[in-house]
């Protein structure tokens, strides 16, 4: 039984202690999950990245991190919803950038002699990604789950409960090579029992499956080689003959390093503890991402390194470098601690001077932080009724205007930048978390990022150190990004929450950034591709349904929709994958694919739909002036008639 204080209050029950311990606990983790749902303001902070010595330093590492705990309340109570706070939206979908190098123009197609044939829709131009669907000017390469529906992931629970591998009890899954011209002879010359992502280099076919990695020969089917990922596919990048891969895998926290990345012919492949990196300052880790240098037609791999981060950390790769991004958060104990001393009359000064004591205990910041509500809930559980009500109202006003304040402070995004001979050459750190990879772009050797920081938008440019050297704060205020695009030097960001503000920002000036033109209109963006200099096309939603937009932004200042176009599609591929976009400037005509239909536009100064398929579609490509519409079969346009060619089965 707790004592009163003295004077004349009641003693305490000890269900009175339990009952209003929860309350300041669950009042606390809800501020600091606010908190932590904001940003912070600019502040140069000089971070090191090195690499781990040994097992026990890397063991070390792992024990001193502080694990954040978000708890969520679904009862009313003293402290409100976290959704009073923060208005949930929309998962935000990625967009392509642009290549640095001619940053207006698009990806464009293969066109050497009398060949042209579409390439994948790539986040920058000669960096090519793995898709499900790849063309050379002779063949269709389609990787799909007979006889239609492509890739969906396997999950870890299906898996684990029947005790399967990933890849096994999908035997219907194939890829078939497809000779496609001319299209009146369109034939299938074989299948690959195996199936993923893909990439072409020169005759070498590259599978890129969920644990697993296959090249065939692309003249005869056969295999060249084959490895076995220890962890599980990311991503991978094929620039200048070499296929820079990207996996990942859980940390052991018992036996940290080596990591076994992958298995080639029964053959283990490792990174030392040596070849592991990390920021001095320990970072909350659960994973490495493991970047590989491979040789496309041996399975070689030439060069290695790991990085430790977390499973939401960010890559980006341009021609010079290759980045990776840590998002990481103030720790709680330190934001209980900044708060309540520039909070003191709010407690009595003995309650104050135990906090403060906190500070020099030789004990872990998460055990500091559950003696700091362990003192709070004795001093709460000390309080009447009407005193206690006093005391979480103002605590929860003071918080709010300390992380309004402070927010910037809170949350912060750290850029490791590696060369692409896989070695670390700079870091550094912005305020705010990214959205995905097209967040970031490289142009003129600066990097340009944009991130959502709290209720709100920042753009930062670093050097070539990764120093902030311009910054452009607070638009799209109660939004956040959808959809970023750099061109040259204009940046085109959408924001939403209700409307889409489409903002237009001028980047000629790196140290100084400035939004130059801003439009709202209904629905939002997720999507941006740039159609000419001065056309770009915004593909997202409005209310329950596909929206095409067409921007003018000729003058910056007052970009304008000239046209928009309602599809009765509840969803598009293109929402989820910039791969799904294909663009014919030749014929000025894009390619949507649907859930019930694909759909083929003309562009100019309006949209025009031409033609349309009805039923599920996937991809497009084109080769010399057909449209080869990818779906549960294969249909063949003339682009110059738009009369039907050729329809082709897979079976």
Known sequence: MLLKDEGDRKLKKPRFFVRYSFIIAAM???????????????????????????????????SAQTQQYIYQIVEKGSAPFISDITTPTPTPIPIPSPTPAEQTKQVIPNEIGDERYSLTNVQIEGIDEPDIVKVDGEN????????????????????????????EGYERYKTIIISAYPPERMEKKYEIKDFGQLLIQNKTLIIFSYNHISA????????MWNMEINGQFVTARLYEGKVYLITRKWIDYYKPCPIEILNIDGKPISVRCMEVFHPIQPIPATVTY????????????????????????????????????????????EIMFNFLSKNRDMLPIEISKKIEKLRDYDISNKAKYVEIQVILQRYLSSLNEDER??????????????????????????????????????????????????????????LRVATTVGGTNDLYILDENLKIIGSLKNFGEDERIYAVRFIGDRGYIVTFRQVDPFFVIDLSNPEKPEIKGKLKIPGFSSYLHPISEHLILGIGKEKSYVKISLFDVSDAENPRE?????????????????????????????????????????????????KVIDERTIRAVYIDDYLYIIGEKIVVFDENSWEKVNEFSYS
């Open 28 to 62: 606390i983790s809800i501020l600091i999950a606010v908190t932590i749902i904001g940003c912070i303001q600019e502040r140069n902070v000089k971070l090191t990245f090195t690499n781990f010595s040994s097992e026990d330093e890397f063991r070390d590492y792992l």
């Open 290 to 333: 493991n970047i590989m240098v491979i040789n496309p037609k041996s399975g070689e791999v030439e060069k290695k390194i790991s990085l430790i981060g977390s499973y939401d950390s960010v890559i980006y790769m341009s021609y010079k470098a290759i980045y990776v991004t840590y998002f990481k958060i103030m720790d709680q104990a």
């Open 140 to 167: 269709i390469y389609l990787s799909f789950n007979y006889p239609f529906y492509p890739l969906p992931k396997p999950t870890f629970q299906s898996h684990f409960l029947e005790n399967k591998s990933i890849d």
């Open 389 to 446: 009500k006093k005391f979480e109202n103002e605590f929860w006003n003071r918080f709010t205007k300390y992380r309004n304040e402070n927010i910037r402070e809170i949350e912060r995004t750290i850029i490791i930048k590696l060369s692409l001979d896989l070695e670390p050459i700079a870091n550094g750190e912005i305020p705010g978390k990214l959205l995905n990879q097209f967040s970031l772009d490289e142009y003129n050797g600066y």
């Open 562 to 610: 000239l046209s928009k176009y309602i599809l009765k599609e509840y969803w598009s591929d293109i929402l989820t994958t910039h791969h799904a976009f294909l663009l014919d400037k030749k014929h000025k005509i894009f390619f949507l694919p649907a859930s019930n239909g694909g759909y083929v536009f003309k562009y100019d100064n309006d949209l025009e739909l031409i």
């Open 216 to 223: 065939y020969n692309i003249s005869n089917g056969e295999k």
